[in-house]
């Protein structure tokens, strides 16, 4: 069992950056890869990006290619997404997620967080 917690959320202008972390409890953080989705209002919780465990390889939505970031620190078992440029359809709850195998499918993913909101002004 994971448990995951992610803060850094909050509301911010359009072109502004944000910071989101989600700490990694419970069974060792090593051998899982970690994502990052969104869920705006109305609309399915989507892929935003993903690091695989070990080598880091990274993977981004199109839509987020460029602005976005993630990165992992595993000895604080911790993984961070760096938002810049962000744009008033970035708005959305933000939810990390872990899992053995999945990275960029949603419903392969076994763990999950509570989220954090996210609001770009525009």
């Known amino acids: 069992q994971v448990q995951l917690g992610e803060s850094g959320g909050g509301l911010v202008q359009a072109g502004g950056s944000l910071r989101l972390s989600c700490a990694a409890s419970?069974?060792?953080?090593?051998?899982?890869?970690m994502g990052w989705f969104r869920q705006a209002p109305g609309k399915e919780r989507e892929f935003v990006a993903a690091i695989s465990w070990p080598v880091g390889r990274t993977y981004y939505a199109d839509s987020v290619k460029g602005r976005f970031t993630i990165s992992r620190d595993n000895a604080e078992r911790m993984v961070y997404l760096q938002m810049n440029s962000l744009k008033p359809e970035d708005t959305a709850v933000y939810y990390c997620?872990?899992?053995?195998?999945?990275?960029?499918?949603?419903?392969?993913?076994?763990?999950w967080g509570q989220g954090t909101q996210v609001t770009v002004s525009s």
């Open positions: 997620a872990a899992d053995s195998r999945a990275t960029t499918r949603r419903a392969e993913y076994a763990y």
């Open positions: 419970g069974r060792t953080f090593n051998n899982y890869n």
